[in-house]
């Protein structure tokens, strides 16, 4: 088993502090994220970066977890999702597009964690997935009007755009691929995450 980083432990503390208000990242973002701030105060305090390291204790990057859920507040970090206001008509067929992607994204963002983190993989996209089938399957049962649209709640669809939209940066920037998909479908993939996290994002920017 290799030998556990530094940048390892802090990414651990910093997915935790995220897990606890129930938002997710994933490893190879959160590396990025604790990398930059190291080299940024690095830069600032004139040190070399194994210096600046010393800086960034936990509760520093605890700190910046909570920094992150504040900037995330339109994806109501710890809330109740299926019992928001259901404000974005989306229609049926686009519901099934996103779904289709939440599950190619979830495949991605499994072959990029460690094995012992698969579990965290499947409850957060898991979530996201249970949240679209239960609204829909809902929708017709309780919702007046056009039957092809359904109405979701802004902040389930900001979540699920954020998911499908880190897995296409893994895709894009030589992440590991899903067992299946060869190394030549690397950048179709990656576009067709992108397209549909785009259009996700799009449908909220206004609600």
């Known amino acids: 088993m290799p030998r556990r980083t530094w940048l390892d432990h802090k990414v651990d503390t910093l997915l935790e502090e995220l897990a606890a208000s129930s938002m997710h990242l994933d490893r190879q973002h959160a590396g990025e994220l604790i990398t930059d701030r190291v080299r940024s105060v690095a830069a600032h305090m004139r040190v070399t970066e ?12 605890k700190d910046i977890a909570r920094r992150m859920l504040f900037e995330f507040a339109g994806e109501q970090p710890g809330a109740g999702l299926l019992e928001a206001p259901r404000t974005v008509p989306l229609p049926l067929v686009l519901v099934g597009v996103i779904v289709a992607a939440l ?32 609204i829909t399957a809902d929708a017709a049962s309780r919702q007046a009007g056009d039957p092809a649209e359904v109405m979701f709640p802004p902040a389930l669809l900001r979540r699920a755009a954020r998911y499908i939209s880190n897995a296409a940066d893994l895709a894009a920037s030589g992440g590991k691929l899903p067992d299946g998909v060869p190394e030549e479908a690397r ?16 449908v909220t920017t206004t609600a």
């Open 50 to 61: 194994p210096t600046a390291r010393k800086y960034l204790d936990d509760e520093t990057v």
């Open 103 to 134: 599950a190619e994204a979830m495949q991605v963002r499994a072959a990029n964690e460690p094995s012992d983190r698969l579990g965290d993989v499947v409850a957060t996209y898991g979530q996201a997935l249970s949240g679209f089938g239960q």
């Open 187 to 202: 950048d179709e993939l990656a576009a067709a995450l992108r397209r549909d996290a785009d259009g996700l994002a799009a």
